[in-house]
């Protein structure tokens, strides 16, 4: 039985008919909440364990002393959802307020049916080139809206869109955390992330609130692009910092002093403009072991390092110190590029790669795509069982259901 249903929680429908003229089920109010240790954590707020130092050890890596742990449910499993490429703020004029509320609904309805302990959004919150300056970051709090009443522990990745004249991913996190108390986003030490880039941090995820040591690691990595503030607007970087690279293996090697080997935990990375090395992958697809759409050619401007020619593999050391570094790392998932939604194995790297499903309704999209989220499923704390990810889309109905494996 799941947290909703010990909670005995009754959510009342009305039936919503969006634009495109298809019936839409959207729940008057979510009350998805957490795993139970998080959620107890929540409403009776509690001292956190900090992990305990070995001997000689004096590396501190415990991230969230102001917030509850993560953790995996009573029943040893644990659920993640990713919405991403939301796009709110288009047109503010005509037809964006009623796109918005549309998204508001969807999400509200994939919570109550997907019921995740912890929730991704991953990147392009807002179409920042629609926003103005006086009221750009307000838009966060209607993003955040479906997650904070539902008390649901999250993480943002930012993306190109959230980069331009009148916003930036700093102000956005930083609405974000003054908006949602329960968002878990931050931004990098200084000097990590280079210019428009702070959203690179980690989530520990535990097996129960009182363990020393996390059992899952949720990587957020800040892929820049977009535009730079101000009147001149020139366009920013596209792929995620060469400082990054630096800091991965300095994050792992202090996990690593505190929580011993790597191979005790497992990783997943969250980034919003895939990585260079995958637009070679899309050339070697199948309907059969790589389902979901594939409409979206990856090429300049899909994925990183690619809109300027010259920048051609500045990704590279992000790229190579992630997969190097960070051990059992189960997958890395993307947006940005919204008619993909595919998973396939990254053969240079040994890696798996997955698009996750364009959800808002803003953004480009094509009569077909429809919009949803990704979820994954993590059957018990084991950081070697597989995982199973499939699409949900709006309707309910599920597709493209993988299990992600070193047979995979």
């Not at 995996?72 to 959802?81: P, Q």
């Not at 509320?101 to 807002?126: R, W």
């Not at 808002?360 to 994954?376: E, F, H, N």
Request: net charge negative; glycine share 8%.
């Amino acid at each position: 039985m799941h947290i909703f249903e010990t909670l005995g929680l009754r959510l009342p429908l009305k039936t919503v008919t969006l634009f495109a003229g298809v019936p839409f089920y959207c729940a008057n109010l979510v009350h998805a909440r957490p795993s139970i240790a998080s959620q107890s954590s929540f409403l009776v707020p509690e001292p956190l364990i900090a992990p305990v130092p070995t001997a000689g050890d004096t590396l501190e890596v415990e991230q969230y002393l102001d917030k509850p742990r993560v953790t995996f449910r009573v029943d040893g499993s644990f659920k993640l959802t990713v919405f991403s490429d939301l796009h709110f703020g288009e047109n503010p004029s005509e037809w964006g307020p009623q796109q918005d509320a549309n998204s508001t609904c969807l999400m509200e309805q994939l919570l109550n049916l997907e019921k995740p302990d912890f929730v991704v959004l991953n990147g392009d919150l807002i179409t920042g080139e629609n926003t103005f300056r006086e009221n750009s970051t307000y838009l966060i709090d209607k993003v955040v809206e479906p997650l904070r009443t539902a008390r649901m522990p999250f993480a943002s990745t930012h993306g190109n869109h959230d980069n331009h004249a009148n916003i930036s991913h700093f102000e956005e996190i930083q609405r974000e955390l003054l908006v949602a108390p329960t968002s878990y986003t931050r931004t990098a030490p200084p000097g990590v992330g280079g210019d428009g880039g702070p959203g690179n941090y980690w989530v520990p995820v535990y097996r129960d609130v009182k363990d020393r040591a996390p059992v899952l690691i949720l990587w957020f990595f800040d892929s820049r692009g977009g535009r730079y503030p101000g009147d001149d607007s020139a366009h920013m970087p596209d792929w995620v910092d060469s400082s990054v690279a630096h800091w991965i293996k300095s994050e792992t090697t202090a996990m690593d002093a505190a929580w011993g080997p790597a191979e005790t935990r497992s990783a997943l990375a969250f980034v919003h403009i895939p990585p260079y090395a995958i637009e070679a992958v899309q050339e070697h697809l199948n309907s059969t072991g790589n389902p979901g759409l594939n409409d979206d050619k990856l090429g300049p401007g899909s994925t990183q390092a690619t809109e300027d020619p010259t920048a051609k593999n500045k990704d590279l050391p992000f790229w190579n110190s992630l997969t190097e570094n960070v051990k059992n790392l189960r997958a890395v998932i993307s947006g940005h590029d919204h008619g993909n939604e595919w998973c396939a194995r990254e053969p240079t790297k040994n890696v798996i790669f997955c698009f996750d499903k364009h959800s808002g309704y803003g953004g480009y999209t094509r009569q077909g795509w429809g919009r949803g989220v990704r979820s994954l499923i993590f059957a018990s704390p084991d950081p070697y069982q597989s995982i199973e990810t499939y699409i949900r889309l709006e309707d309910g109905s599920t597709k493209g259901s993988v299990f992600l494996s070193d047979d995979f």
